[in-house]
């Protein structure tokens, strides 16, 4: 069965301090990784997603994730946080196939602080 | 703006009751998912729709049912409803479906049952 861990519930960044939010995988085949955003209330917002080539993606809003297939792992960076990067983040992998078609990772909300 | 539409935003309801939730996907997506996100469960993936035929079935329960009309729109009904439904119902859409491709969330409907 196809899984996605986000070790964090939470993590704390001063603003603009980099940030990391940790994501990762386990998957019979090749993933479709993808991270999304929600901010209260709302629902999920596409930030960027790894399909094939470049490990290093760019997505929205000055995000970046890492690909590395060894570690298993799709973190979500980015080089300076913003109070306004303030929100839930989600890990998701499709492309496995079977019963569940969409895992969602459990979600780390992310606090910048001023 | 996703350009999903979710109708209504709040539903208020008690046991055993039926409720419809609709979706207007954004325009030009052929494929329409359901989610249920909950505090406990997190983001579950219920069911998968492509041009008005059931794709893919995740977690959705036997009470719940869905269908996608030739307008492209799609409407879940939630049945003999328990307390345990209440949650925040979310629709997507994609283009064609595919693994590979970003959904666009609506902002959801907040089902509370009392």
């Known amino acids: 069965a196809q899984s996605v861990a986000q070790p964090e519930d939470q993590v704390n960044v001063a603003e603009g301090n980099p940030l990391t939010v940790k994501c990762t995988y386990s998957v019979s085949g090749n993933p479709y990784l993808f991270w999304y955003v929600q901010y209260p209330n709302r629902g999920l917002q596409f930030l960027l997603k790894y399909i094939t080539g470049d490990n290093l993606v760019k997505g929205s809003y000055g995000f970046e994730a890492e690909f590395n297939k060894s570690q298993t792992s799709f973190h979500l960076k980015k080089p300076s946080a913003l109070v306004s990067d303030s929100a839930l983040y989600f890990c998701v992998l499709t492309g496995a196939g079977g019963y569940q078609k969409v895992t969602f990772g459990i979600g780390t909300k992310l606090q910048v602080i001023p | 703006d996703s350009g999903v539409t979710q109708t209504p935003k709040h539903l208020i309801t008690a046991t055993g009751q039926r409720v419809t939730l609709r979706c207007s996907p954004r325009?030009?997506?052929?494929?329409v998912y359901w989610y249920q996100q909950s505090l406990d469960q997190g983001l579950q993936f219920l069911i998968q729709?492509?041009?008005?035929?059931?794709?893919a079935k995740g977690n959705i329960l036997e009470r719940f049912s869905a269908q996608q009309f030739p307008d492209l729109h799609s409407e879940l009904n939630l049945s003999s409803l328990e307390l345990g439904d209440s949650a925040l119902y979310f629709c997507a859409s994609s283009v064609d479906g595919g693994d590979n491709q970003p959904q666009h969330f609506g902002d959801g409907t907040r089902l509370s049952i009392l």
């Open positions: 325009s030009g997506d052929l494929s």
């Open positions: 729709y492509y041009n008005g035929e059931e794709r």
